[in-house]
């Protein structure tokens, strides 16, 4: 009885993702400016925004309904998963990742560092830079 359901289920929603999806697709290639920098191609909060979020919520649900595996409307749950994050990523609506600035300035402050003369300081120097630092 159960995998009735489910089937019923797939057949009413049949023409309710793939619709969403085309327009959202449209507006993007009818829209960009080809920039993936995050705010820069469509406005953050802008209707493009809000329909990728709104399809997120939708696959989301879809996911945690009928598993992560499932197909709907003759699409596998992982390609429509591929396609709107990808839309999102091109159309600069994903903000930076925060450990990837982490690691940029880490790497900056490294070669800061690198360039700093404390390996060419003789041993009496670098006692002196070091009795400096305890004080």
Partial sequence: MNQIKIKVMAKNKKTFLTPKWLEIKEMYENGTNGSDEYGTN?????????LTREFIDIIGEFTHEFGWDCIIENVKMDLWKERIWSLVENAGLLPNIAWKDD????????EVEDSDDIWEMTEEELEQEIYKTIK
């Avoid at 469509?42 to 809000?50: H, S, T, V, W």
């Avoid at 690691?103 to 490294?110: Q, V």
């Fill in 42 to 50: 469509f406005p953050i909060g802008g209707e493009l925004d809000k």
């Fill in 103 to 110: 690691l940029a300035k880490e790497l900056s402050k490294e």
